[in-house]
Structure formats: structure tokens, C-alpha cells
């Protein structure tokens, strides 16, 4: 295997031992609902980032934090979409910045595979049927041990509900058992924002970009995750269809978060 995508994933994944045995057991001795004082009203985002921290997930509280920010700040009170939301860190501090900015919340899309949804590859890496999202043999047992292991839960899309219900977040997220392409088929209006964190290969990403960048509203965001030499895909096809597109302004990174504006377009 490439040794920058077994660093990659090694980098990203929890010590196996280090939670709970099950997804089951997991969200109901550490998942709880975001503290609100102030009939609802006022919000600590300390406390909140502690909540949402317990999430299962891949995602640094810098760029979650950068993620509530900008779903506050994007333009129009439309819907922002999400690709590749896994138990939902990423989708609950956008919803998070929704909430409190008092917009429309987060389509939250991803194939949320069932077990056998995957299979091993000839490259002796599990990936999701109709993606090239992988995990190694040894995170992916982790992994199915914790998901599917005590049979309570068939598919990561039952895991992700119970969380966000939990988190008190349920009512800003529509989730969407899918990809991108698929997804935008069926929004009825344009997004505030994309957040892009789904399939890490090149292709992946294209397809994303192409199936998003006209959905989003004039000075709206475009996110990307993993914009780093661990994931070469996603760097080239965010510089050539983000960055050197002459379509999206306002350039920024915060650690593996990129995030750009996208201009008007020209007549
Ligand atoms: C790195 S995880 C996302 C982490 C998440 N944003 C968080 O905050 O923890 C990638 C997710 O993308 C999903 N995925 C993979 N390929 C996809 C695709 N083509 N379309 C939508 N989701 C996809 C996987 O099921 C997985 O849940």
C-alpha cells in the first residue's frame, strides 16, 4: 500500500480500546444533549465544542470551530450541504452555527454504508460499494465491531440519527443516504455552503465539485477537508476546479479545513 495513504489513515483513526465497545454503548454513557441556558437562548460554544467533541469523528475543534463560523456567516438563510458526514462532528457544528444565526440547517449526505455495503478490494483495502473511501483491514474490523457488533444498529445512517437526535440537533438536519450528484438532483434551491469531506480521490472530489459549485449562492462558501500531501486527490482537484477555476476568491486554510468564496459569476 502507498505509504502516504497508511498514514493517512493511521493518522485519523482513534486508538482501537479507547471508547466504548459498541456505537450502542458509546452514545448512551457519553452522547448528550448541547447545554442551553437562558430559555434556549443563550449559548457557552466552550461547552457546546465539548459536546460535540464527543462525536465520533475526524476533525480538528479548530476547524469545527471554523465551521460553525462560516455557517453563521454564508450569505442567505438557504440550506448548506454536506458531503461525507459520518456520525456527525462536522454536521452538528454547522447546525450548531445555524442554530444560533436562526438559518435553514444542513443536508447531511453520505452513503452511511450498512455492513455489507463494503468489500475487501485487490488492494487489501475495504472500500464502500460506489465509492473509493477505504480503510485498512485492521480499522476496518475496528470499526464493524463498533458499528455493527452488537446488531443493534444495521447502518451508520441509524448511529448518525441517534446522535444528532441525542445532541438535541435533529431538527436542522435532513440526512440524505447518497452522494453528491445524487443529492443535488433533488434540492429544490440553492445552499449557502458546501462542505466537502466524503471521497478522498481525485475523482471523488471532481464529481463533488461539479455536482455542487452551481448550487451555491453568490459569495456563499465552498469547504474542503483534507486538503493535505496525506491526500493528494483531494489537492488536486481542489486547485484545479476550486483555486485555479478563476470562480472562487477569499482563499484560506485552517489546518486541513480550505475554504473559498465563491464570486459572482461573470455575464
Ligand atoms: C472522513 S469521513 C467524514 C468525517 C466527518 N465529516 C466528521 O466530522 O467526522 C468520510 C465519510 O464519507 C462517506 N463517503 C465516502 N464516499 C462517499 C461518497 N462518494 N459520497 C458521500 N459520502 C461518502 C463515508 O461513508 C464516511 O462516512
Known amino acids: ?43 457557552s460554544i466552550d461547552r457546546c465544542v465539548q459536546c460535540i467533541e464527543k462525536i465520533p469523528g475526524i476533525l480538528h475543534p479548530l476547524e469545527g470551530f471554523a465551521l460553525f463560523m462560516l455557517s453563521m456567516d454564508a450569505p442567505t438563510d438557504n440550506m448548506i450541504v454536506e458531503v461525507g458526514s459520518y456520525l456527525g462532528r462536522s454536521t452538528s457544528y454547522l447546525a450548531l452555527g445555524s442554530l444560533i444565526s436562526r438559518k435553514k440547517g444542513i443536508y447531511a449526505v453520505d452513503m452511511f454504508p450498512k455492513a455489507s455495503d463494503w468489500f475487501l478490494g485487490e488492494d487489501g483495502l475495504y472500500h464502500i460499494r460506489g465509492s473509493d473511501y477505504y480503510l485498512e483491514e485492521s480499522i476496518f474490523k475496528e470499526r464493524a465491531l463498533f458499528f455493527y457488533g452488537d446488531h443493534a444498529y444495521s447502518s451508520t445512517l441509524e448511529i448518525f440519527r441517534d446522535i444528532v437526535r441525542k445532541v438535541g440537533l435533529d431538527d436542522l438536519i435532513v440526512a440524505f443516504k447518497g452522494n453528491s450528484y445524487q443529492c443535488a438532483r433533488e434540492l429544490k434551491a440553492p445552499v449557502r455552503m458546501a462542505f466537502i469531506d466524503g471521497d478522498h480521490t481525485y475523482d471523488g472530489v471532481k464529481k463533488d465539485i461539479l455536482a455542487l459549485a452551481d448550487m451555491i449562492v453568490e459569495n456563499g462558501f465552498m469547504c474542503f477537508h483534507d486538503y493535505s500531501s496525506s491526500f493528494p486527490g483531494v489537492v488536486q482537484a481542489v486547485n484545479e476546479f476550486v483555486i485555479n477555476s478563476g470562480r472562487f476568491a477569499d482563499i484560506y486554510q485552517v489546518k486541513g479545513l480550505l475554504v473559498a468564496r465563491k464570486m459572482a459569476s461573470r455575464a
Open 1 to 43: 500500500m502507498r505509504a502516504w495513504l497508511k498514514n493517512a489513515i493511521r493518522r485519523k483513526e482513534p486508538p482501537a480500546g479507547s471508547r466504548p465497545r459498541t456505537a450502542k454503548a458509546y452514545i448512551n454513557a457519553e452522547i448528550e444533549r448541547l447545554p442551553r441556558g437562558g430559555q434556549g437562548l443563550f449559548f
